[in-house]
């Protein structure tokens, strides 16, 4: 098979390697120029593995561009393969490839489509989710399932290690169902209109600001699901901006929302609505971590975060 291959993030670097390391052939990489590394907060260039395995990296800023167009037609790709891209593909890419273009989708389609299905997942408190490669048409994620596999999601799972753990089943199904179309015996299984349940929105980085007055699980599992390779959920005090990457909760019956009840060496405690929040990681937007550089001292004691 003639294959091109899309994608700008981790997660398609990830499965890129993992189809060359297994001998498919990639006619050429379409990938984010470097201006939108600012924008994709999984952004990840694919320079250094174009250039190991000789293979030419194609940098844009929108794939429909008439110039991508024409290279398409002219290499008259039998497959291209979109494992993660933000921009909807027109239809005049997508009538090329004879064997048509498969996407990428951390749910399980058909029940949750549309945009930032990690975080979503941990916010909504999924406790089982899917990776689904389906067959990109002019919806929105409601093209025919290529393949779909199953995975659990853990009371202590966030964004990091939910990634890694898609990617991990994404390296196994891409390889297993390529085999598959390649001898002729993939499927085509057809969406279930009916099951779909909800459309997911954009999220941005603003949409990290934390709010003390929520309840400490609301709280703790933003800051889950915004952890790396996201922004980070956030908060000020003394007009700095202070990334939380990783925390934990307690509830209890105290009300203090974003006021600090404790600070130590290792982590600090703050209020909430209905309990507190223990941040164990985190950093001021500059990069320094807030507890090497004593943001907190035991003088802010009885403070309130800006709220």
Known sequence: MKIVYVSGVKFGYNLLEEILMNNFEISIVISYDDSKKSI??????????????NIENIKVNNINDEKIVKILHALKPDLILVMGWSQLLKPNIIQIPKLGIIGSHPTELPKYRGRAPIPWTIIKKLSKSALTFFYIQEGVDD??????????????????????????LGKTMIIKNLKLLQKGESKRIKQIQSKFIENWPKRTPDDG???????????????????????GAFTFFKNQK????????????????????????????????DGEIKIDIAEL???????????????????YLDV
Not at 41 to 53: G, L, Q, Y
Not at 148 to 159: C, G, L, P, R, V
Not at 211 to 230: F, G, K, M, V
Not at 285 to 303: A, W
């Open 40 to 53: 994709y907060s999984d952004f990840v260039s694919f320079d250094s593995i174009c250039k190991k395995f």
């Open 143 to 168: 093209g025919d399932i290529f393949a779909q596999e199953f995975f659990s999601i853990h009371s202590k799972d966030d964004a990091t290690s939910l990634y890694e753990k898609i990617t991990n």
């Open 285 to 303: 937007s500059n990069g320094k971590s807030i507890f090497t550089e004593n943001i907190f001292s035991k003088s802010d004691l009885g403070l």
């Open 209 to 231: 600001l934390i709010d003390w007055s929520n309840s400490c699980e609301q709280i703790n599992l933003l800051i889950r699901a915004t952890t790396h390779p996201y922004p």
């Open 242 to 273: 202070i990334i939380i990457w990783k925390s934990s909760f307690s509830e209890t019956k105290i009300c203090s929302p974003g006021k600090i009840l404790n600070v130590t060496p290792n982590y600090v405690i703050i209020g909430t609505m």
